[in-house]
């Protein structure tokens, strides 16, 4: 399997370039409009071609390039089942397998920062997070029917159920992060690390956190795939 995270500085993404290695079929995952031109040279340089572009969900704070990159590919959009958005090629929900060659990708529903998210398990041993869980955080829940309580019991009953050793691969860093594990994650996140369901929910509620600066812009151009 060829893996590689790429990062949008301004936005402070990480994209996930994952394809096999034997039939160069690839994947993006959380693609940045911005992006698409280096996007496309790593695909070229490698040689690779590229089938899907996936959504780990709507972003509020950048605009997907799922939309340029099928235009300028032919590659298909994906996103997960129940998102508003109406211009996927298909949805995926939990427990679904995507297949590449000799790379499988299992879907796990991760609701909360979303009502829609999706996380994505690599192999059994990557898991692409998404704003579900990120580094020593989590994404927020304050709006896009966010709830904290259903982002609390999708992490703590699905992906901390996993085995400890899985790389957890978020979809943001502000901190310069780049990847940890899940049994990283239960000892030391301190969202969750000893933490109850009723705890989190409160800390959570009061965040107080500022309106990403570009979701008037990101929202309604993400439920196209990214169309501007
Ligand atoms: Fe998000």
Same mark, same amino acid.
């Given at each position: ?55 780990? *969900? ?147 509620? *009061? ?22």
């Amino acid at each position: 399997m060829l893996f590689r995270q790429l990062f949008d500085q301004e936005s402070s993404t990480y994209t996930y370039l994952i394809a096999d290695s034997e039939t160069k079929v690839a994947i993006l995952v959380d693609p940045v409009i911005e992006q698409v031109e280096r996007d496309l040279q790593v695909l070229r340089e490698l040689g690779l071609t590229l089938q899907y572009c996936l959504e780990t *969900h709507i972003h509020a704070d950048h605009i997907t390039g799922t939309d340029r990159l099928r235009g300028l590919t032919g590659c298909l959009g994906v996103v997960p089942e129940n998102a508003a958005a109406s211009c996927a090629d298909f949805a995926l929900g939990d427990g679904q397998r995507l297949r590449l060659g000799n790379v499988e990708i299992q879907v796990i529903a991760t609701p909360g920062h979303t009502n829609s998210h999706l996380a994505y398990l690599v192999n059994g041993t990557h898991l692409l997070t998404g704003d579900a869980l990120l580094i020593r955080g989590c994404g927020r829940t304050d709006f896009q029917s966010g709830d904290p309580g259903v982002l609390y019991d999708a992490v703590t009953q699905k992906l901390f159920t996993l085995p400890e050793d899985t790389l957890v691969y978020p979809g943001h860093d502000y901190q310069g992060q780049t990847v940890s594990t899940i049994g990283e994650e239960k000892r030391w996140n301190p969202r969750f690390a000893g933490r109850d369901r009723y705890e989190f929910i409160e800390l959570m509620n *009061h965040l107080n956190l500022p309106k990403p600066k570009r979701m008037l812009e990101a929202l309604p151009a993400n439920q196209q795939c990214g169309k501007v």
